[in-house]
């Protein structure tokens, strides 16, 4: 009986073991870690392009970032004269962020004139807090309304390298995505390809950078055609529907 009882509770490990091998032997599966690896070494990341942008500015600049989560990855090493963050905190405890609070609030209130000025307006925007396709157009709205007529929209993981990294609930944390996230922001950013009031494209790094611009010929908007994207339609055209560039081709753009 001594014996038996070890081995009882050993049963769901022994389990879990042999259905991860069988994972691991999986030729889709061994596909999706081996996209996932190679989007995890791309460069430049965010930073880089962000800094880019403000570099090319002549006047002082201003920026403000939407999702910062640990200030150290992003916030804190982009080179701006006057900038801003909002978070509300969910995901990193200390939250050392200008405003504690969603981008929705956020917006509300600078538009009211209770924060800032209704009148700041932002030469670059980071969009990276919830990435879920709603949120996301939302935030892309808003952030126009404050934007510089020459400015800057960036947004964060534009381009899933496979479904599961384009899931719409972050917590499922055991596929070849692990902890990366891209959700659904890929399909705001589609929305917005289509619209013929901004100019757009997605640099091919760093989990897809997104851009959008109203003066910067940085790329022309696509006829809209399927207004409900499923990942599949994604998978089979991604240079096209994104505007796929390199981080080069994005930098000769702004010459």
């Known amino acids: 009986m001594r014996f038996i009882k070890p081995l009882i509770k050993s049963i769901p490990f022994i389990s879990y073991y042999i259905a991860g091998r069988k994972l691991l032997n999986d030729r889709s599966y061994k596909e999706a870690l081996d996209r996932e690896r190679t989007e995890d070494g791309k460069t430049p990341?965010?930073?880089?392009?962000?800094?880019?942008?403000?570099?090319?500015?002549?006047?002082?600049?201003?920026?403000?970032?939407?999702?910062?989560?640990?200030?150290?990855?992003?916030?804190?090493?982009?080179n701006a004269d006057e900038k801003y963050s909002v978070d509300p905190g969910l995901e990193f405890k200390s939250n050392p962020v200008d405003f504690k609070m969603t981008s929705d609030e956020f917006f509300e209130r600078l538009s009211s004139g209770s924060i800032l000025s209704s009148e700041i307006r932002f030469d670059v925007i980071f969009i990276d807090g919830l990435h879920l396709a709603d949120q996301v157009d939302r935030d892309i709205i808003h952030s126009l309304k404050f934007l510089k007529r020459d400015g800057f929209v960036v947004l964060h993981a534009c381009n899933p390298p496979t479904e599961w990294h384009s899931r719409e609930d972050y917590h499922f944390l055991h596929l070849p995505a692990r902890g990366n996230w891209n959700g659904t922001t890929w399909k705001a950013f589609l929305k917005w390809r289509s619209?013929?009031?901004?100019?757009?494209?997605?640099?091919?790094?760093?989990?897809?950078?997104?851009?959008?611009?109203?003066?910067h010929p940085i790329g022309s908007h696509m006829a809209e055609s399927n207004p409900f994207f499923e990942f599949r339609n994604l998978a089979q055209?991604?240079?096209?529907?994104?505007?796929?560039?390199s981080f080069d081709q994005f930098r000769k753009s702004l010459t």
Request: charged share 30%; hydrophobic share 30%; glycine share 4%.
């Open 45 to 78: 990341k965010r930073t880089d392009v962000i800094n880019l942008l403000l570099s090319k500015r002549v006047e002082k600049t201003c920026y403000l970032e939407i999702g910062v989560r640990n200030p150290d990855d992003n916030y804190n090493r982009i």
């Open 195 to 215: 619209n013929p009031s901004v100019h757009s494209c997605c640099i091919d790094s760093d989990w897809g950078i997104g851009v959008l611009s109203r003066e």
């Open 237 to 245: 055209d991604r240079n096209t529907l994104l505007n796929l560039v």
